[in-house]
């Protein structure tokens, strides 16, 4: 649980927290005494995912790529195109060399 105040309230929330935590419940199966590693899932981040992505949202790392990309969606295109043009030369029907 978090709390949301000035430091000069931090003794009050202190004592506030402690009957807080003794009403607070949890819906049957969902407690983290019931974790069972063979059923539940968890997520396939770790903690140093979500501090890099932190620190990106932080420095404006997103919105920097996405002004890149935007800016390059021409030569983005081009590229994809070749790359589509390429397999279907590639893959695609080959012509009988007798006709």
């Known amino acids: 649980m978090n709390a949301i105040a000035g430091m000069n309230q931090l003794p009050q929330i202190h004592s506030d927290m402690n009957s807080l935590i003794e009403i607070a419940e949890f819906n049957e199966s969902y407690r983290y005494a019931q974790f069972n590693k063979k059923t539940d899932r968890t997520a396939e ?44 030369r590639l893959f695609g029907k080959k012509k009988d060399a007798s006709a």
Do not use: C, H, M
């Not at 990309?69 to 081009?78: H, Y």
């Open 45 to 88: 981040y770790g903690l140093a995912g979500l501090i890099a992505v932190g620190v990106g949202a932080k420095l404006g790392l997103f919105a920097k790529l996405w002004v890149i990309i935007l800016a390059a969606k021409k030569a983005i295109l081009a590229g994809l195109v070749a790359i589509g043009g390429f397999l279907a």
